[in-house]
């Protein structure tokens, strides 16, 4: 993009007005890279769109220019999807705003741009809720989730973002405008395409406007952190929770270690005066605290201490969700880069997956930390390393893939391909698998118009 | 096919055995026109697969030769999917037989010519609940069941077919297998396929096996009977059932009509000495009997009289799933053919749409009965004209099925498009939307094998 350039920024400027085309280093310089540094990309222009049509607009341009574009929503993602890796234009979501609940349809339509935590202020503010929960809430935005069909917190409730969209506008590779936006239920009418969209990664379509299902509130919601022995016991408790009909709002764990690592770099009080190698947190609803309480004391050979709190139990949730910005700050102490891994198993393969992730990666790396928090219910993994040599981080993410691919898991369980997982698509998805996935972007998107660079080898 | 036609069907002999490859039109009969006897086509032959290798060497023959294919389930469909409307080779999935439950995976896995009561049976026996369940049950085929999408009677409780696949095993056009079977909630490592080829109706994959989530079976279910003054009281008594806590298991309709045609069609005892306009046919769970009753007898206002059953209650079923045959039953007792259509609206205009159809069909058809039952908690009516002239079928469809688009409706909620509602995609799907339809159909079958002359116009 250097001959045309100039043309085309010209003719985005006339469509989204000339002060949403940044092109000033120093204003383009937040959308170039990621939040956590890995990925860094260059771009000649980020496009600020203001509406659909406008999205629609600037799509063709770039299109008929023979310029890529990457969408880029509230840049929260961990595998490198919203950078422009070859100099693409960036197309933020940011600018298209607007919520609204519809209270009889028990739905709630947003703009791509509205953050995650907006949309669920809206929907607590008429007594629903979205059933769609991560820690990026505050920055992540609706096209991002829908995009990346996010999971998070609230998966064991609700099911994945997918299952929660019922209703999608989106602008394709021609700039076309695809709309579906009924909100049924039951819509047996051709091919799902709401459906592909979500966790298409920005390489079908740039999504505008999404229509969530919203649902009722869970009553009398109990958050419980609980210290237990091994990772089997915290599947326990969580499988006898469900045995005593508690709804499972939430199911998290994390290790001692991490722990110790929140406790040290956030200044946090330890939860209890002792350790315990492993932590459950849990949320359950429809019974009062003293219940729930009643019912952990009924399993001693489980839980071996444990706090409770009526919700919001920020206090608690807090060990939980300040892992991330924990291990970052241990990472730049250290001056080493972590090595990311989110990836999921069968229940069943979980206890076992971690044993040889720990295994594996202390043979081959002795001394390196490996902290790891996630999902309790969908078997679901966040493992970082702490001290793996800058040119070992694609080998020792290899051997956790492997390890995850060998069980019949997924090398990716919620934060998706991008970029950081490409390569290594083919250890979970077959070649048939990936060749039908490269037809369909070629099919809906023959010029390569949209985030060319990820997801697919 | 005549030319090469012998050539293929000795091909087509080899790869399943001659005895599986039926060309006697006696033998074939039952495979050429669907049930309802609304779709007659012709074949050459009926080709019956033991194993997803054989389909995959029929499909690539049969593509080979230039001869298009329809698979055929258990052949229950209403739209005219499976039947071989261009004398099309029919293949049926019957042979692809087998269940199996996981018990800590909480799945089942089963061939595509499984019937769904037996996969619900395989389920049982685990102590486990397949969240799927439709009148057809015992002829319809989990194959058909997930390449139609299938609704039913429990969607309510556990959302449609689609969010209950946690795998597909599927023969592509080109005869190659795909194969995402890892049964996980989290798996984000690419496009939805398995969520694509869900509701595709045969159209870009033969799919030979199915793995489904299964749920814990619900406790203390009790079924209701009860005669309400309309529908939107209907409406209401589901609200404040749910208002009261209960999980809805699930949630009928009809109508007086319906009532006294399955009363006096298939002989069955009238539920109550009076006759009330509308009845509710509801299951809840989690309380006994005695509390719904109390909580029934706390709405006098929508309740004139009800009758409640501990499940199952086949007693009460019965009233509701005997509507398709008594109404098939009648049809033939006044020598008319009825006209069905398969509709959902939003909640909010569901009664607004019976309304408007009951007045636009009988303005347009004076002396036309006007028969409906269906869903309620996803507004989903199937409504049965009996009475048009033969030569008018389309124009009374389509009388119908232009107040559902108006209403933001969905023209085919639950039974697919197929043939039936091909010509009016268009009421409800932008032309954009068809033509990224047909660019996915043209990516993954350019040639056209898999059920050409359904789904897309």
Redesign the interface.
């Known amino acids: 993009m250097s001959g045309n350039a100039s043309e085309l920024i010209d003719k985005l400027g006339v469509i989204v007005g000339p002060s949403h085309v940044l092109t000033d280093p120093e204003l383009t310089d937040g959308y170039v890279a990621d939040w956590t540094g890995r990925w860094r990309g260059r771009t000649a222009a980020v496009v600020r769109p203001g509406s659909t049509d406008e999205v629609a607009a600037v799509v063709a341009a770039c299109g008929a220019a023979g310029v890529a574009i990457v969408p880029q929503g509230g840049n929260t993602g961990l595998v490198g999807a919203s950078v422009p890796h070859n100099g693409e234009v960036v197309l933020s979501t940011r600018r298209l705003v607007g919520v609204e609940v519809d209270l009889?349809?028990r739905t709630l339509s947003a703009g791509a741009g509205v953050t995650l935590a907006d949309a669920q202020r809206a929907a607590a503010s008429a007594g629903l809720v979205l059933g769609i929960d991560l820690g990026a809430r505050e920055s992540a935005t609706l096209g991002g989730v829908v995009a990346?069909?996010a999971?998070g917190l609230r998966?064991v409730r609700y099911?994945?973002t997918?299952?929660q969209v019922a209703g999608v506008e989106a602008v394709?590779a021609d700039g076309?405008?695809?709309?579906?936006?009924?909100?049924?239920?039951?819509?047996?009418?051709?091919?799902?395409?709401p459906?592909?969209l979500?966790?298409?990664e920005g390489t079908?379509a740039v999504i505008t406007r999404v229509l969530f299902r919203l649902a009722d509130p869970p009553?009398d919601v109990t958050t419980v952190l609980a210290g237990v022995p091994t990772l089997a016991a915290a599947h326990d408790v969580v499988a006898r929770l469900?045995h005593h009909?508690y709804p499972i709002e939430a199911a998290e764990y994390f290790y001692n270690e991490g722990l110790e690592l929140v406790c040290a770099q956030l200044g946090l009080r330890r939860p209890f005066a002792a350790a315990y190698p492993v932590y459950v947190l849990c949320e359950v609803s429809g019974r009062d605290v003293e219940s729930v309480a009643e019912t952990l004391a009924s399993m001693p050979d489980l839980v071996a201490d444990a706090t409770l709190d009526a919700a919001p139990a920020e206090r608690l949730w807090a060990y939980r969700e300040s892992h991330p910005e924990a291990v970052n700050a241990a990472a730049a102490e250290r001056g080493v880069a972590p090595v990311r891994v989110d990836v999921?198993?069968?229940?069943?393969r979980h206890v076992d997956l971690e044993d040889a992730v720990r295994d594996a990666v202390t043979a081959r790396f002795p001394g390196v930390e490996v902290v790891t928090f996630g999902?309790l219910?969908?078997?679901?993994s966040h493992t970082t390393l702490l001290g793996v040599p800058l040119e070992d981080a694609d080998e020792a993410t290899e051997i956790v893939l492997r390890l995850v691919a060998e069980r019949?898991?997924?090398?990716?369980?919620?934060?998706?391909?991008g970029l950081a997982?490409r390569q290594w698509?083919g250890l979970?998805?077959?070649d048939?698998?990936?060749?039908?996935?490269r037809?369909?972007k070629?099919?809906?998107d023959p010029r390569g118009v949209l985030s060319p660079s990820t997801?697919?080898p």
Chains 1, 2 share one sequence.
């Open positions: 009889v349809g990346t069909n999971g998966v099911g994945s997918r299952s394709l076309s405008v695809l709309r579906r936006w009924t909100g049924l239920v039951k819509d047996n009418v051709g091919y799902d395409l459906g592909l979500t966790g298409s079908l009553a469900r009909d999921a198993v069968p229940l069943g999902h219910a969908e078997g679901n019949g898991g997924s090398i990716s369980a919620e934060h998706g391909v997982k698509l979970q998805r077959s048939v698998d990936v060749a039908t996935m037809a369909i070629q099919a809906l997801l697919l």
